[in-house]
Nanobody, 123 residues
Framework: QVSLVESGGGLVQAGGSLRLSCVVSGRTFSTTVMAWFRQAPGKGRDIVAALRGGVPAHYSDSVKGRFTISRDSAKSTMYLQMNNLKPEDTAVYYC?????????????????WGQGTQVTVSS
């Protein structure tokens, strides 16, 4: 059984930073496709960034240059460093793991999900 637990969300002013963490258990950490998604109120769940084979493989255009995805294999933890946050980044952020070797940009491509962590950016 794979378990994902996110942490690190909160309230921050525009221009500030947060680091989200996702601890993964029950799966060989290095061989999965892992991603961060976010869902704003009334909207769909959109991909933010993804790792494939431990290497950053995707960033959405809206976060390029501001967010960095990474992992620490020794801690079985994936991170999302978010800098220069904007009000439009406000959403629930989810980490996800996909069993397929190919990277998917849609939620259907992922098999396990965390419970989500709220990020709120005030203007």
């Amino acid at each position: 059984q794979v378990s994902l637990v996110e942490s690190g969300g909160g309230l921050v002013q525009a221009g500030g930073s947060l680091r989200l963490s996702c601890v993964v258990s029950g799966r060989t950490f290095s061989t999965t496709v892992m991603a961060w998604f976010r869902q704003a109120p009334g909207k769909g769940r959109d991909i933010v960034a993804a790792l494939r084979g431990g290497v950053p493989a995707h960033y959405s255009d809206s976060v390029k240059g501001r967010f960095t995805i990474s992992r620490d294999s020794a801690k079985s933890t994936m991170y999302l460093q978010m800098n220069n946050l904007k009000p439009e980044d406000t959403a629930v952020y989810y980490c996800a793991v996909g069993l397929a070797s190919s990277l998917s940009a849609t939620p259907r491509g992922y098999d396990y999900w965390g419970q989500g962590t709220q990020v709120t950016v005030s203007s």
